[in-house]
Every structure is written in structure tokens, then in C-alpha cells.
T-cell receptor, first 116, second 116 residues
Framework: AQTVTQSQPEMSVQEAETVTLSCTYDTSESDYYLFWYKQPPSRQMILVIRQEAYKQQNATENRFSVNFQKAAKSFSLKISDSQLGDAAMYFCAYRTRTSGTYKYIFGTGTRLKVLA | SAVISQKPSRDICQRGTSLTIQCQVDSQVTMMFWYRQQPGQSLTLIATANQGSEATYESGFVIDKFPISRPNLTFSTLTVSNMSPEDSSIYLC?????????????FGEGSRLTVL
């Protein structure tokens, strides 16, 4: 069964600095999606960035980028020029296809604190 | 993208009662999921809501406790039956996984249930 592991329960970063959140996953599939989601306190879960496994190029979205290492099954998120609004829980997620439907598996999350 | 509305946004319930959560999507979607997020925890998939047929439940979740309806491609309900304090959680409706689409899940704002 697929698993997603986030080994950092909590991280802190100074405003304007860069931080990297780690995520590893376990799968025997070759085609899948990986995601980073952000959940601000008491607010809606939103997508930060996605990566398709067949694409070798790392995805980027403005200040957010990933380091996707398929062979190592690693999918880290880098946040550059951190802002106070980046403070949130960040979840790494994996999408698998099983029994004709999709299933999304989430890691345990990393709480990011941004220090002014 | 999809806009998801959940009702109620929060509720306080008495032990032994049942509560139905509604999820309305602004477009027709194939896949709809119900997740539970206990305080400070990750997301746990309860079930996949299938249009016109019985929901597919994950291990540890049963239909008698969490009956789900999905009468059409834009609406679903989740009932939490015979509630106990252990059912206090955020319940999230999500949609996505469209074949050929962008692959991500979209989330509602969640329904925060407190059981006394």
C-alpha cells in the first residue's frame, strides 16, 4: 500500500528566508500525481503545487517549488522569500489509481511558523 | 476548478444524536470524497461517494455509522450517526480526480462538529 511520510511535525522560518519541507512516499506505481496542500488555521485546504510523476522537470509556482526525486521517492517543497501569510499546516499528498477510482493519501502534515 | 459548499459549517451536538452534512458542488464531478480531520491531525478518507450506487468505505468506517448519499453528480450528504465525543472532528467534502484533468482535489471549507 502507498504511504506518505512527512518527518517534520513543525518548522520555523524567518520572514524573507527560505525553508524546505520534506516528504517521502512509498509506491510501486510508475504514473501518479503528487501534491502539496496548505491549510491555514481554521481555513480551507488549498492546493499549493502539483507534480506529475512522468514529468522530470520540477514544478514551480511563484515562490513555491518542488524537488522531485522519483528514484528516491522524495518530494520536498521549497518556499522562498517566506511571508507571514505562509504560516499554515502543509500536507503532502499522493494520488493513486486503484479499482477503477482514484484515492488520495495524505501525510501527517508539517506546521510552518513564520517569524517576523 | 470547483467551488464546494458545505453545510453546516459547524455544530454542537449531543451524544447519541445524528447529524447530516451536505455538500454542494458548482459543477458536475465524477469523484466525491468524504474525509475526517481530527484536531491537529491529518486527513483520513471515510469513503468515496458514488453516484447512483452505494459508497465505498475505507477500513474502519461502516455504512451504519456514516451513511452517505449521492443522488446526482453535484450533491452528496454524509450522516454521522449515534454520535459520541470521539466523533468530534472536521468533516471535509472534496471532489476531483478527473481523468485528463489537473488531478488535484478541491475541498470544501469543512464542517466542524463538536459532540458533548
Amino acid at each position: 500500500a502507498q504511504t506518505v511520510t512527512q518527518s517534520q511535525p513543525e518548522m520555523s522560518v524567518q520572514e524573507a528566508e527560505t525553508v524546505t519541507l520534506s516528504c517521502t512516499y512509498d509506491t510501486s506505481e510508475s504514473d501518479y500525481y503528487l501534491f502539496w496542500y496548505k491549510q491555514p488555521p481554521s481555513r480551507q485546504m488549498i492546493l499549493v503545487i502539483r507534480q506529475e510523476a512522468y514529468k522530470q522537470q520540477n514544478a514551480t509556482e511563484n515562490r513555491f517549488s518542488v524537488n522531485f526525486q522519483k528514484a528516491a521517492k522524495s518530494f520536498s517543497l521549497k518556499i522562498s522569500d517566506s511571508q507571514l501569510g505562509d504560516a499554515a499546516m502543509y500536507f503532502c499528498a499522493y494520488r493513486t489509481r486503484t479499482s477503477g477510482t482514484y484515492k488520495y493519501i495524505f501525510g501527517t502534515g508539517t506546521r510552518l511558523k513564520v517569524l517576523a | 476548478s470547483a467551488v464546494i459548499s458545505q453545510k453546516p459549517s459547524r455544530d454542537i451536538c449531543q451524544r447519541g444524536t445524528s447529524l447530516t452534512i451536505q455538500c454542494q458542488v458548482d459543477s458536475q464531478v465524477t469523484m466525491m470524497f468524504w474525509y475526517r480531520q481530527q484536531p491537529g491531525q491529518s486527513l483520513t478518507l471515510i469513503a468515496t461517494a458514488n453516484q447512483g450506487s452505494e459508497a465505498t468505505y475505507e477500513s474502519g468506517f461502516v455504512i451504519d455509522k456514516f451513511p452517505i448519499s449521492r443522488p446526482n453528480l453535484t450533491f452528496s450528504t454524509l450522516t454521522v450517526s449515534n454520535m459520541s465525543p470521539e466523533d468530534s472532528s472536521i468533516y471535509l467534502c472534496s471532489v476531483g480526480g478527473q481523468w485528463g484533468g489537473t488531478g488535484e482535489l478541491f475541498f470544501g471549507e469543512g464542517s466542524r462538529l463538536t459532540v458533548l
